[in-house]
């Protein structure tokens, strides 16, 4: 039987990517599929879930985290996977120009996230603290996967005055970030918004510093967590 393909992440072929330091789901070795300008990591598995247990999610992650300390990624979300290498080099090519645009636009970036609970949001119970920096791959896989199904479930419409506030929320990193996007969600019966920003490495500790002063003066609780790859700024981008 032919072994199947779980693809973690698409990166530009010929970057000297190094797989040594990545352990895939159920400690299966990473590899590269490449075409000529793109490739994506990948590890082989007779039989793979289609749905994360936290281990998994941990590898998962973790992979992600090794190639994106080398350079820029398009983090994948579990589940990609393919029957053969010729599946996905042919969704390399069919995407080759999305995906050439994308990377550009990731180069030399990280997310950072901040949650909003409105004032009277009345659900500071219901979310987690910041992850710790330290524990980054373990943090983003949280993060991402673990949260991935809980989070859609709940996910709604902009409540009335929630786009007023991420839009001054906003207004307050002008010139440290170079997109956002926003997601408002109502888990436990509270008021949640999550806005996420595409910020150059460069500018991630004045983030943090013009983070500080607007938690300062702010009535509304904020959170912010980061730096992660991008997985909230490609996630509708994925395969």
Same mark, same amino acid.
Request: glycine letters at 8%; proline letters at 5%; hydrophobic letters at 40%.
């Given at each position: 039987?032919?072994?199947?393909?779980?693809? /973690?992440?698409?990166?530009?072929?010929?970057?000297?990517?190094?797989?040594?330091? #990545?352990?895939?789901?159920?400690?299966? +070795?990473?590899?590269?599929?490449?075409?000529?300008?793109?490739?994506?990591?990948?590890?082989?598995?007779?039989?793979?879930?289609?749905?994360?247990?936290?281990?998994? #999610?941990?590898? /998962?992650?973790?992979?992600?985290?090794?190639?994106?300390?080398?350079?820029?990624?398009?983090?994948?979300?579990?589940?990609?996977?393919?029957?053969?290498?010729?599946?996905?080099?042919?969704?390399?090519?069919?995407?080759?120009?999305?995906?050439?645009?994308?990377?550009?636009?990731?180069?030399?970036?990280?997310?950072?996230?901040?949650?909003?609970?409105?004032?009277?949001?009345?659900?500071?119970?219901?979310?987690?603290?910041?992850?710790?920096?330290?524990?980054?791959?373990?943090?983003?896989?949280? +993060?991402?996967?673990?949260?991935?199904? #809980?989070? /859609?479930?709940?996910?709604?419409?902009?409540?009335?005055?929630?786009?007023?506030?991420?839009?001054?929320?906003?207004?307050?990193?002008?010139?440290?970030?170079?997109?956002?996007?926003?997601?408002?969600?109502?888990?436990?019966?509270?008021?949640?918004?999550?806005?996420?920003?595409?910020?150059?490495?460069?500018?991630?500790?004045?983030?943090?510093? #013009?983070?500080?002063?607007?938690?300062?003066?702010?009535?509304?609780?904020?959170?912010? +967590?980061?730096?992660?790859?991008? /997985?909230?700024?490609?996630?509708?981008?994925?395969?």
């Amino acid at each position: 039987m032919t072994a199947s393909l779980l693809a /973690y992440c698409v990166m530009r072929a010929g970057g000297g990517w190094e797989t040594q330091h #990545a352990t895939g789901v159920e400690g299966a +070795s990473v590899t590269l599929v490449e075409t000529a300008d793109l490739c994506a990591a990948v590890s082989r598995h007779d039989f793979i879930k289609t749905s994360a247990t936290e281990a998994d #999610a941990l590898a /998962y992650a973790g992979v992600v985290n090794a190639f994106f300390r080398q350079g820029a990624i398009i983090p994948l979300r579990y589940g990609n996977i393919f029957h053969e290498s010729l599946d996905l080099i042919r969704l390399l090519q069919d995407r080759h120009d999305r995906y050439l645009a994308i990377l550009s636009e990731l180069d030399d970036c990280v997310e950072m996230g901040i949650r909003i609970i409105p004032a009277d949001g009345g659900m500071t119970s219901a979310v987690s603290p910041p992850e710790k920096p330290t524990d980054r791959a373990a943090s983003t896989g949280r +993060s991402y996967l673990m949260e991935r199904k #809980a989070h /859609y479930a709940m996910i709604d419409e902009l409540p009335a005055g929630h786009e007023a506030i991420a839009r001054k929320i906003r207004h307050h990193f002008d010139g440290l970030f170079v997109k956002s996007r926003i997601e408002s969600a109502q888990p436990h019966g509270g008021n949640l918004i999550s806005l996420y920003f595409l910020v150059p490495n460069g500018n991630v500790e004045r983030f943090r510093s #013009a983070f500080r002063t607007l938690s300062a003066s702010e009535q509304a609780k904020l959170l912010l +967590s980061g730096p992660w790859p991008p /997985y909230n700024m490609v996630f509708l981008e994925n395969a």
